[in-house]
């Protein structure tokens, strides 16, 4: 079984208008809600692809129930804690440019964390986890490095997506598959890295320090994978750019799906890449028809 763990979800509010003038009321031409997430987002877009998941993590309050009551919904299985505050709101604004004010995290108090270890505690080598997203501050940082070492001793496969101090704090613990951009990766690495040459050494260092899967992604320059046994590289497919937002994520559910799937590597590759370009070519999540279809103008190819 898959599941996903959103330790900070947020009822993500968007707004649509022409321009937007700071200082000025504004009055938004369109706007819609959605049960936000990086791990909840990989599980809407598995369900999607016809590969189910349990989706884990915080919830409370009325935003809380509104991220319940949408995932059921879709239906995707869910077990969430439930926890005393209000699950954050985040704005996404789409003007002229993309901006996001993110909400405030509720606090997490050690009764609500040590029910949702122990719901990981269960897992198995049937199991995979993908661990997606910021950790709330009211929990320790090193969070995600302490599951991946007690999960990797349960036999699970961990895949992780996440960012700064967190992603630094698991690479000595090992996890299956990480998916940082070139900018996290940069950080993570304290390098200049603009082109896929620059992100290689760096990769292959990781792999050789136990991470299996490196996936490097560069917008619309593509992406690394980097294994034990090779270096590839899929270009980008050709699209109009719609919507930057969950495009990482579908990239991580499309590779999953296609791994889960029994897929070869290149080809779970080919497949992830075509997930986040599907997103990123369309106003909400991409299309499985769409999927299918940029998976043909992806070329995957050793370096």
Not at 6 to 34: F, W
Request: contains cysteine; aromatic residues 6%; hydrophobic residues 40%.
């Amino acid at each position: 079984m898959i599941y996903t763990v959103t330790l900070n979800p947020a009822m993500d509010y968007y707004v649509s208008l022409p321009t937007l003038e700071i200082g000025h009321v504004n009055r938004s031409t369109n706007d819609r809600k959605a049960a936000g997430g990086k791990g909840i987002n990989v599980s809407r877009v598995l369900k999607a692809y016809g590969t189910q998941s349990t989706a884990l993590g915080f919830i409370g309050g009325f935003t809380g129930d509104y991220i319940h009551a949408t995932v059921t919904e879709e239906g995707i299985q869910s077990n969430f804690v439930r926890i005393n505050g209000d699950t954050r709101i985040n704005v996404k604004v789409k003007a002229e440019d993309e901006s996001e004010i993110n909400g405030c995290s509720p606090e997490i108090n050690d009764v609500d964390l040590r029910t949702l270890e122990e719901q990981l505690n269960q897992l198995t080598a049937e199991d995979t986890v993908v661990l997606a997203g910021s950790i709330p501050p009211s929990l320790p940082s090193n969070l995600y490095a302490t599951w991946v070492e007690r999960l990797n001793n349960q036999g699970v496969k961990v895949f992780v997506d996440t960012s700064g101090k967190a992603l630094e704090q698991i690479i000595p613990v090992k996890p299956f598959f990480i998916k940082p951009n070139q900018h996290e990766l940069a950080e993570l690495t304290n390098s200049v890295i603009e082109t896929k040459e620059d992100a290689i050494p760096h990769a292959k260092a990781l792999v050789e320090q136990g991470v299996e899967h490196v996936l490097v992604t560069f917008a619309g320059d593509g992406a690394l994978l980097a294994t034990k046994e090779s270096i590839l590289f899929a270009n980008a497919p050709k699209g109009n750019l719609l919507n930057s937002v969950g495009a990482g994520d579908a990239t991580v559910a499309g590779f999953l799906h296609a791994y889960h799937s029994g897929a070869e590597l290149i080809d779970a590759f080919q497949y992830g890449m075509a997930s986040g370009s599907a997103t990123a070519f369309s106003l909400s999540f991409g299309e499985l028809a769409e999927v299918e279809r940029l998976t043909k103008e992806i070329s995957v190819h050793s370096i």
